[in-house]
């Protein structure tokens, strides 16, 4: 065994696994920010039309057993643990459970693949609250870098991007119009991280892949009040505007800022966002999320041995470079005062 670190910590964001869940999932989500009530019962709907469950969990399972049997057939034979922000399993108990079972060290792989607040600080401001709760011989926890520019993760998005891409008719399948999807934060958020940036490099990156389909960066989700101005284009409002324009027959809908189905992805993009191209009669096409395909899987565990061993080589695409392993202090801070 490793003698730097000796557990894997796979950090998500958790979701209700039952009706019973699902309010009091969404109350934990929404601590402390400037959400409308009425906005959190809207969404409740939407976790009740799937039961009140989230897929987010069970993907997260399946992907640590996939991790799970890479690292046993490629090493580094590392013990696998899983805490969430929202829901069971959560952070502080996870923590507690790594203690108890000895961890002195981890490596925590986040399942977020670009830089923000919510996808980055606020997991590490989750990580040292559950180390504060722990006490004394609470492990400790270091993040590995994300990796939006890395080659696994891209290519695994053209290869999702592909088979998606294969169920148009042959005849009509290059002028199919890509929509790369991403959950949309505040502009006052955006402002203080790379988000924006990441992800148009990663979607520049899958198309350059694919044969010349002409492509945009949409956003969906937003939660916050009405006037508080938030990333766009809206996808709804953008499916919309193209129809408009009368000759658009296909999209594809890569969800690139999601490595699992959410329930925003269920929902915005399978329900709603194809019911807007139902609408205007243009076929919506939904690429699956990277998940469990071999190549990401094989992209963790290359990002662990990395780390691990210290490699000069950082794998990264495109003009950005590899991110960095230590966050600096004020990274992806959510004021507009914060430096970039």
Known sequence: MNDSYDAILVVSFGGPEGPDDVLPFLENVLRGKNVPRERMLEVAKHYQQFGGVSPINEQNRALINALEQELVEHGPDLPIFWGNRNWAPLLPDTLLQMKQA???????????????????????????????????????????????????????????????????????????????????????????????????????LVSDQLAGHPWHLVYQSRSGPPHQPWLEPDICDYIKALGSQGDIQDLVIVPIGF??????????????????????????????????????????????????????????????????????????????????
């Open 102 to 204: 000895g961890v002195k060290r981890a490596l925590a792989f986040f399942t977020s693949t670009f830089s923000s607040y919510s996808g980055c600080r606020q997991y590490r401001e989750d990580i040292q609250r559950a180390q504060e709760q722990v006490g004394a011989g609470a492990p400790e926890v270091e993040k590995l870098r994300v990796f939006f520019n890395h080659p696994g993760f891209i290519e695994a998005t053209v290869l999702r991007t592909q088979e998606a891409l294969d169920q148009i008719p042959e005849e009509r399948r290059d002028k199919a119009v890509i929509l790369y999807s991403a959950h949309s934060i505040p502009l006052t958020m955006a402002s203080g991280c790379r988000y924006e940036a990441q992800l148009q490099e990663s979607s520049r």
């Open 259 to 340: 490595v699992s189905d959410h329930m925003e992805v269920l929902f915005d993009l399978d329900t709603e966002a194809k019911d807007v191209g139902r609408e205007l009669g243009i076929n919506v096409v939904r690429a699956k999320t990277v998940g469990v395909h071999p190549r990401f899987i094989r992209m963790i565990r290359e990002l662990i041995e990395e780390r691990i061993g210290g490699d000069k080589e950082r794998p990264a695409l495109g003009d950005m470079g590899a991110s960095h392993d230590v966050c600096p202090v004020d990274c992806c801070l959510r004021t507009t005062e914060a430096s970039r």
